[in-house]
Nanobody, 122 residues
Framework: QVQLVETGGGSVQSGGSLRLSCAAS????????MAWFRQAPGKEREGIAA???????TYADSVKGRFTISQDNAKNTLYLQMDSLKPEDTAMYYC????????????????WGQGTQVTVSS
């Protein structure tokens, strides 16, 4: 089992920055990838960034060039640096991880955090 706890959400004006953190505990050695998802009211959950064990990153077009995913393996912590924030980035942000099963190369999380709210005002 892997436990994930997100911190760092809050309110910011358009154009501002925030950094989300996700502290992982438990069987973190078993994780093959970690990712950030978000869900805005009335919309489907969207995968926005992922990083695998080798450090390879992928981004959704909606955040590419503005958000950066990174991980500190020594601290078992995942980060999401969010710059040039827009009102449409307003959502609940979730940290997620896949582990303990055969990894296909596409991050398909089976562990989820409780989420942290990000609100961007115009």
């Amino acid at each position: 089992q892997v436990q994930l706890v997100e911190t760092g959400g809050g309110s910011v004006q358009s154009g501002g920055s925030l950094r989300l953190s996700c502290a992982a505990s438990g069987s973190t050695y078993s994780t093959d990838c970690m990712a950030w998802f978000r869900q805005a009211p009335g919309k489907e959950r969207e995968g926005i960034a992922a990083i695998d064990r080798d450090g390879t990153t992928t981004y959704a077009d909606s955040v590419k060039g503005r958000f950066t995913i990174s991980q500190d393996n020594a601290k078992n912590t995942l980060y999401l640096q969010m710059d040039s924030l827009k009102p449409e980035d307003t959502a609940m942000y979730y940290c997620a991880a896949e582990g303990g099963r055969i990894y296909t190369g596409n991050c398909d999380p089976n562990y989820w955090g409780q989420g942290t709210q990000v609100t961007v005002s115009s």
